[in-house]
């Protein structure tokens, strides 16, 4: 198996190793979010909320810090895509 970062620039590995690095994190820190309330996303709790399952704070507190760590993810996610595909050309 080729080392992922075999044939980039230094730079550039640290980049995308800093990249993978956040996209861990944020993905830990939404699944303690979402576990709290057993939803598999942000819409699923705001679902919750909106049903009354769950109480309206700090559940809401919650789905819109869940929302911030998922479209940081995706934005995040998109970028090491990106910066991957140019650095492969």
Do not use: C
């Not at 057993?38 to 909320?49: C, E, S, T, Y």
């Not at 399952?53 to 995706?74: F, Q």
């Amino acid at each position: 198996m080729a080392h992922f970062f075999e044939n980039l620039d230094p730079e550039t590995a640290a980049e995308l190793d800093q990249l993978s690095r956040l996209l861990y994190e944020l993905r830990e820190h939404l699944s303690t979010v979402l576990a709290a309330y057993g939803a598999d996303n942000p819409a699923a709790l705001l679902r919750q909320i909106e049903s009354g399952a769950v109480g309206e704070h700090p559940a809401y507190e919650h789905y819109l810090s869940a929302r911030i760590l998922a479209d940081t993810r995706d934005a995040a996610r998109t970028l090491l895509g990106e910066r991957a595909k140019e650095a492969n050309r």
